[in-house]
C-alpha cells in the first residue's frame, strides 16, 4: 500500500506534535506502522493522502453514525458558517439543540453544552460533588472517560479502592477522591461504599464500556448501581459520551430503561462537530452558575456551528428510527463473519447494537482483567490484514467497531468475507 505522503507527514508531524498526533490512539503505536494522514470522507469511506480509500470502522470513534459528511448536515453547517462562527452569546441553535437531547434523554431535565466529553464529564464531577457535599468518586477499571485528572486513575497494587495516578503531571492528592472498583462486579462497589460510608458523591460508569473493547454490562449490574447510589445519597452518572444515541436514541438510558442522575455525552450529539453535554435533575443541574454556587464556563461551548451539525444529526436520527433496527442487521451480519474464529477459540466478540469488539483471547471478556487476556499482537497483524484489503478498523485492540447508517449490505457483506478468510485459515 502506497503511503509515501503519510510517511512524509508523519515525520513533520513528529517533530511538532508529540508523537506526531492530536490524540494518542491516532497513532498506532500497538499496531505498529505509519498512521494514515486523512485527505478526505464520504459516507462510510475514508480515503488517505496517497489515495488509498477504506471502508470505515472507526467513525472518528463514534460521532459519524450517519457516514461521513453527511449531505444535511454539512449543508446546515455551510449555511450556518454564512451567520458567523462564535458570538459568546446565547443563540436559538442551543435552545433547538439542549431542547432535542432532552425529549431524546428525559434524564436531562437541565443540561449544559460545553466542547468535548472530558470537559462534560469534568464537569459532571464537580456538580456532583457541590450537590452531594461530598468528595469521592467511584469509577470502573479499564473504563475511560476523558482525560481529567481526577481520572487518570488506576488500581493500587495494594487495595483495590487505593487509587494512584495513571499519568505522569497528575498529583498524587489530586486521584486520593477517585475509587477504583470492577466493572461488572457490584460487590466491589459494595465494599466501597461500606468502606467509605457517607463519602461518595457519585459512581461513573460506561453503561456499556466501550474503552476495553466493548463489555457488556451483566444482568442486573446497572441495576445494583442505581440502588446503591439510591441507598447511600449519591449519584449515579452514566457517561453516554460512546453509548448516547448510538445503542439506542435515547441512549443506554433507554436501552436499559434505567434513570441515572446525570447523563454525560459527546460524540454523536456534535454530529462530528465539538460538543459535549452534560445534564440531569433539574436540582442538580441549577447548583450550576450563575444560579448556583458549581462553576463552569467555555468560551465555545454551544457554539452556533458545532450546533446546526448536532441539531441536523440528532433530528435525522429521531426522524428515521429504522437506522438503529439497520444498524442492529448490519451489526450482527458482521458479528456472524466472525464466527470461525470464535470455533477455532482464537476471538470473543462482544456485540450490542452497531458496537462491537473482537478481542483476540478465548476468555469470556466481562471486565478489564479479562480484557487484558487477548494478544495484542494478534490484533495487530489482523488490523493490517483489514487495511491491506482496504478496510480501516480501530488502531487498537481495546476499542470499538463502530457502523454507521451509511454503511451498504454491500460494504458489510464485503467486510465479512474478508473476516470470514481469515479466521477460516486460524482452524
Ligand atoms: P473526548 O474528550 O475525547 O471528546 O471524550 C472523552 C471520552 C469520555 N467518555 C468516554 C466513554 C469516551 O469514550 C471518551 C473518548 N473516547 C475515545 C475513544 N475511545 C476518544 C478517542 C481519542 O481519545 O482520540
Known sequence: MKQEKSKELYEKAYELMPGGVNSPVRAFRSVGGTPLFIQK??????????????????????????????????????????????????????????????????SMEMLRLVSSGT???????????????????IKFRGCYHGHSD????????AVISNTVPDSAGVPRSYTDNTLVADYN????????????????????????????????????FLEALRIITRESESLLIFDEVITGFRVALGGAAEYFKIQPDLIVLGKIVGGGMPIGAYGGR???????????????????SGNPIATSAGITTLSILKNNPRIYQELEKKALLLKEAFQPGVEAGVIRVNQI?????????????????????SDTKKYAEFFHYMLEHGVYIAPAQFEAIFLSDAHTEEDIRYTAEIVREYFTRCR
Open 41 to 106: 470522507a464520504k459516507g462510510a469511506r475514508i480515503t488517505d493522502v496517497d489515495g488509498n480509500e477504506f471502508i470505515d470502522f472507526v467513525g472518528s470513534w463514534g460521532p459519524a453514525i450517519l457516514g461521513h459528511a453527511r449531505d444535511e448536515v454539512v449543508e446546515a453547517v455551510t449555511k450556518a458558517c454564512e451567520y458567523g462562527l462564535t458570538f459568546g452569546a446565547p443563540t436559538e441553535n442551543e435552545v433547538v439543540l439542549a431542547d432535542l437531547i432532552r425529549e431524546l434523554m428525559p
Open 119 to 137: 470537559e462534560a464529564v469534568m464537569s459532571a464531577i464537580r456538580v456532583a460533588r457541590g450537590y452531594t457535599k461530598k468528595d469521592k468518586i
Open 150 to 157: 481526577g481520572l487518570l486513575v488506576k488500581a493500587g497494587s
Open 185 to 220: 462486579n457490584i460487590t466491589s462497589v459494595e465494599n466501597l461504599f461500606e468502606q467509605y460510608k457517607g463519602q461518595i458523591a457519585a459512581v461513573i460508569v460506561e453503561p456499556v464500556a466501550a474503552n476495553m473493547g466493548v463489555v457488556l454490562p451483566k444482568p442486573g
Open 282 to 300: 433539574r436540582e442538580i443541574m441549577q447548583m450550576i452558575a450563575p444560579l448556583g454556587d458549581v462553576y463552569q464556563a467555555g468560551t465555545l
Open 353 to 373: 447494537g452497531s458496537l462491537q469488539s473482537a478481542f483476540f483471547t478465548n476468555a469470556e471478556v466481562c471486565d478489564f482483567e479479562s480484557a487484558l487476556t
